[in-house]
């Protein structure tokens, strides 16, 4: 490609108070470049911060009202307009207004008078360096754009997989996704309140507040390998039966273990799945299982869906028992804090129990099902 075919359709602006410098740069460019005229710096930047910017800036240095460092500076402050290239026009040339000129972002310095061959070549240099330095921008913004895209995919992706697994598992024992949503988000509306708490504040930054939302509807994942005679028993379960029961804590953990192993990493959002799927049946007291677990030694996570969970469970009409209120709900969960419940998770949902029941209202379900053995 031949330099006239590279600068086809470049657009030099030329900035000078004075009418014959004007005249005579426009006769020196007007065979190769399409060129415009300023004869004062506000033109210069209106013209440039125009729908039809030009490629390249030739800014005469000394003009009324606005010289051109204060343009030069006003032109690089601008996100739209700080890549055009500036070359300064100067008949007085001193290093020290030459440094200054640089350090504002001009690109190069031409004399006055200027020689024609040295103003042309300068000219499709840094034209030729501005194309290669749009085309990497262009480039980065692309592959930026294309990583966002691809990462939401792939996020949501996750997202749809995670529920669809959950609401299989929901469905085996009589309950509605709405379980899963609605606990979903008591767990979130918990932990933003309490992410300013001192107790709180270290384990509940934003990251770990929205890797608890996803893997929340995990929690229950496990219930996939109870026996359908216990998981849709119409009724109070036998001492045996809800040993067998809670072994769903423990199923849940390993599958999410099994898929990381197979995954060959460690995944965040699978970590926190863990936690809640082993432990959310754990009590503040030591009385819960799997493991007996008190106390700080309940992973947080497992502490707010251990609330979240019992909630939705009273409030929830069962084929075994008919919904509680939200009354009697918070009654039964205000008896338990300090035994079953953190305190401060307590206190937490009686500070967003508006939320609970905007929640509750939001996401009602379509059908009624059984109060597993478990949430008794």
């Known amino acids: 490609m031949s330099t006239e075919e590279f600068n086809e359709k470049a657009t030099i ?14 006769a020196l460019l007007k065979d190769a470049y399409k060129v415009k005229v300023a004869t004062n710096g506000e033109k210069a930047l209106q013209i440039a911060s125009s729908a039809a910017p030009p490629d390249l800036i030739l800014l005469d240095v000394v003009m009324p009202h606005m010289d051109g460092y204060e343009v030069c500076k006003r032109l690089k402050a601008d996100p739209n307009t700080q890549n055009i290239p500036v070359l300064f026009l100067t008949a007085n040339v001193d290093a020290h207004n030459e440094q200054r000129g640089l350090q504002l972002g001009a690109v190069d310095y031409l004399t006055k008078p200027v020689v024609s061959s040295i ?34 995919e792939v996020q949501a992706i996750q997202d749809v997989t995670i529920m669809t697994i959950a609401s299989l598992a929901e469905t085996r024992d009589n309950e509605t996704g709405s379980h899963i949503i609605r606990t979903q988000y008591y767990v979130r509306i918990l932990a933003q309140y309490l992410q300013l708490h001192s107790r709180f504040k270290n384990a509940l ?60 990493m460690k995944v965040d959002f699978l970590a926190c799945a863990k936690e809640i799927a082993y432990s959310h049946h754990e009590k503040w007291n030591g009385s819960g299982y799997p493991k007996g677990l008190r106390e700080e030694d309940i992973p947080v996570s497992a502490r707010l869906m251990a609330l979240a969970d019992v909630y939705d469970a009273l409030v929830s009409c069962r084929v075994y028992k008919p919904n509680m209120t939200h009354e009697q709900a918070r009654e039964i969960i205000v008896r338990g804090s300090g035994s079953h419940f953190d305190p401060d998770v307590v206190n937490a949902f009686l500070a967003t129990q508006n939320d609970f029941l905007e929640i509750a209202a ?7 099902g059984v109060l597993d053995g478990d949430d008794e």
């Not at 602006?13 to 426009?26: E, G, I, T, W």
């Not at 070549?121 to 294309?146: C, G, I, P, Q, Y």
């Not at 996803?214 to 496990?222: R, T």
């Open 205 to 264: 930054h934003d990251n770990a507040i929205n890797l608890l939302y996803k893997s929340a509807p995990l929690h229950d994942i496990g219930k996939v390998g109870i026996p359908d005679n216990i998981l849709l028993k119409p009724g109070p379960l036998t001492d045996d039966e809800f040993a067998i029961m809670k072994t769903h804590t423990t199923l849940g953990r390993n599958a999410i273990r099994h898929a990381e192993k197979q995954l060959g």
């Open 362 to 368: 939001r996401y009602v379900d379509g059908n009624s």
């Open 13 to 26: 602006l030329v900035v000078d108070d004075a009418p014959d410098n004007l005249a005579l740069m426009s």
């Open 119 to 152: 103003v042309l070549a300068r000219v499709d240099t840094h034209l030729k360096l501005k194309a290669s330095a749009d085309f990497l921008r262009s480039k980065t913004e692309f592959l930026e754009a294309e990583v966002a895209r691809r990462t939401f």
